[in-house]
């Protein structure tokens, strides 16, 4: 696992190419990022490939934030809906206020 690390950071450094006689999937590691070094064609696939991963965690992130937001409408409504009920049973504002966390005036609007 050190030496995978060790590759990560730096590639070209003195461990791991002493790392690469033992253990084969460094060396197949380092060859493939020579080859994808030197092809431009395959530099600009792993540049689209970047900004694609990019793209996608980005419109995840969005329509989690997106949804988080429409589901604190929806509490934020259901707990209107629970205090108006309240409200319309006679319980004190104090009393709805305190069940609801919604404020007095709040409570009074509904």
């Known amino acids: 696992m050190l030496d995978w690390l060790y590759f ?3 590639p070209g450094d003195e461990r791991v190419i002493k790392n690469m006689e033992k253990n084969e999937g460094l060396r197949e590691a380092k060859e493939k990022l020579e080859v994808m070094s030197d092809d431009e064609y395959m530099q600009r696939i792993a540049e689209w490939r970047e900004k694609a991963i990019r793209d996608e965690k980005e419109l995840l992130n969005t329509g989690y934030h ?3 937001k ?3 409408k929806e ?3 259901e707990i209107q809906r629970i205090a108006k009920k309240l409200k ?3 319980m004190t504002l104090e009393q709805i206020s ?3 966390e919604l404020t ?3 409570i009074e609007k509904l």
């Open 98 to 100: 305190k069940i609801t």
């Open 66 to 68: 997106k949804g988080m």
């Open 70 to 72: 429409q589901g604190e």
């Open 104 to 106: 007095i005036e709040e």
């Open 8 to 10: 990560i950071e730096n």
């Open 88 to 90: 319309e049973e006679n």
């Open 75 to 77: 509490k934020r409504k």
